[in-house]
């Protein structure tokens, strides 16, 4: 009758349900739960941590290769472990991702419930093993790995977590426990079948946006965007006015300058747009009239500007 539970891979509520749908399963007077895990949600293990210890029969953990993180918290909440001479433990404090401790939304209710659940975690921890030999071994306190300013992994070897309390006994590993654990392995393989989901997937229907339809059911975005708009047509409009104004004031200004000129020299007014004083002319305009001296001027300098229509 098989009265051995699997615990290899990740923690999570899917690894979670069936950890305890398979203790419920066992009909044998004892369990033994096999453990190689680098960790995952340590509030799933709160709820396998359970099960386990709701077990009436003898109970045993083996680690069999790694017990990291919440699989730590696993070993440090129940009694009866082993462990290989070649397992490993890793301890620290809950943490969610380094990116999303730096957040500025990593405050307040969020950062306070992380807190709750390593005060949990630590209060677990300490209850076992002895601290101070503990913070000696490893020259850290259990203070600064529960600190919520910063994450430090302390890992432990088989050897350590025995003399600090926290297995009760050693095992070698050798050739027919590695077959063992090997076999456990291809078993936990054979048998993975990812959770299906049974409900279709029905892609949603997405409705053509109008002009009509968004000012009715967003009015402050249709505002928004109005806005925009209107201030985007007022930035065209003036920058086109600012250029029509530029160009006036260059008319006028050499309009003033040439008149100054002939003024002063009593020159033929035609003669005084020579190449010396004033820049080549894109174009003449058609002159469909007699026209002034002054108006002749003023039609050379709108060419000159491009201000002939």
Same mark, same amino acid.
């Given at each position: ?10 923690? #999570? ?7 305890? #749908? ?109 601290v101070e030999m503990f913070e000696q071994m490893k020259s850290v306190t259990i203070s600064e790995i529960f600190s919520m300013d910063s994450r430090i992994d ?36 054979? #048998? ?30 249709? !505002? ?6 209107? !201030? ?31 003024? !002063? ?23 469909? !009239? ?20």
């Amino acid at each position: 009758m098989n009265n051995e539970v699997l615990i290899y891979g990740g923690i #999570n509520v899917y690894s979670a349900e069936a950890f305890i #749908n398979s203790v419920n399963n066992v009909e044998a007077d004892s369990l033994v739960v096999r453990m190689d895990t680098n960790g995952g949600d340590p509030q799933a293990t709160y709820g396998m941590v359970a099960k386990f210890n709701e077990f009436k029969g003898e109970k045993l953990l083996k680690v069999d290769g790694r017990a990291n993180s919440s699989g730590f918290f696993f070993v440090a909440m129940v009694d009866n472990v082993e462990a290989l001479d070649v397992s490993e433990f890793v301890v620290h404090r809950a943490a969610y991702s380094a990116e999303a401790e730096k957040s500025p939304l990593f405050k307040g209710e969020i950062k306070e419930r992380l807190k709750t659940i390593n005060d949990s975690l630590m209060s677990s921890f300490t209850a076992k093993i002895d601290v101070e030999m503990f913070e000696q071994m490893k020259s850290v306190t259990i203070s600064e790995i529960f600190s919520m300013d910063s994450r430090i992994d302390v890992k432990l070897t088989s050897a350590e977590a025995l003399k600090i309390g926290l297995i009760k006994n050693i095992n070698k590993l050798t050739p027919e426990i590695t077959a063992e654990i090997d076999s456990k392995k291809f078993e936990v393989e054979a #048998n993975y079948k990812p959770k299906q989901d049974n409900k279709q997937i029905v892609q949603p229907k997405v409705e053509k946006m109008t002009e009509e339809k968004l000012k009715a059911e967003h009015p402050e975005v249709y !505002a928004s965007v109005v806005a925009v708009g209107v !201030a985007r047509k007022d930035a065209e409009i003036t920058a086109e006015k600012l250029e029509v104004e530029a160009k006036r004031v260059a008319k006028e200004t050499m309009r003033a300058e040439i008149l100054a000129e002939i003024e !002063a020299n009593k020159l033929n007014p035609l003669e005084s747009l020579t190449a010396e004083n004033a820049a080549p002319v894109v174009a003449a305009p058609v002159v469909t !009239a007699e026209l002034t001296d002054l108006e002749k001027i003023s039609a050379k300098i709108d060419a000159e500007l491009g201000l002939i229509k």
